[in-house]
């Protein structure tokens, strides 16, 4: 009976996301590698829980909520880019944040 209640639970929110966009994060530029001529103003490491009990999360959606995070982080250091320094792994995910614009 738990574990019905569990896969139930889960399915209704394997759509939904549990992190959103803070203020001025929604400006921040994603990119899949270092850029050139920008200043890097740090690096950041995001996690998410990619498991729920013995059930993995979507792939997909642990990746969105990674870039959320990361994206959060970027205006707080004067930041207006990320780029992944390394894929995904066990819900975590390092980032470098950089200023590409004035």
Request: positive net charge.
């Amino acid at each position: 009976m738990r574990s019905i209640l569990l896969m139930a639970a889960m399915l209704a929110t394997s759509g939904c996301t549990f992190v959103h966009l803070a203020p001025g994060a929604g400006k921040v530029s994603v990119l899949a590698a270092a850029p050139s001529g920008c200043a890097k103003r740090g690096e950041v490491e995001v996690s998410v829980k990619d498991r729920v009990g013995p059930y993995a999360r979507s792939e997909a959606q642990v990746r969105d909520e990674l870039e959320t995070l990361a994206r959060n982080e970027a205006p707080g250091l004067g930041a207006d880019t990320i780029s992944p320094l390394a894929p995904p792994r066990d819900g975590g995910q390092r980032w470098a944040l950089w200023r590409c614009r004035g």
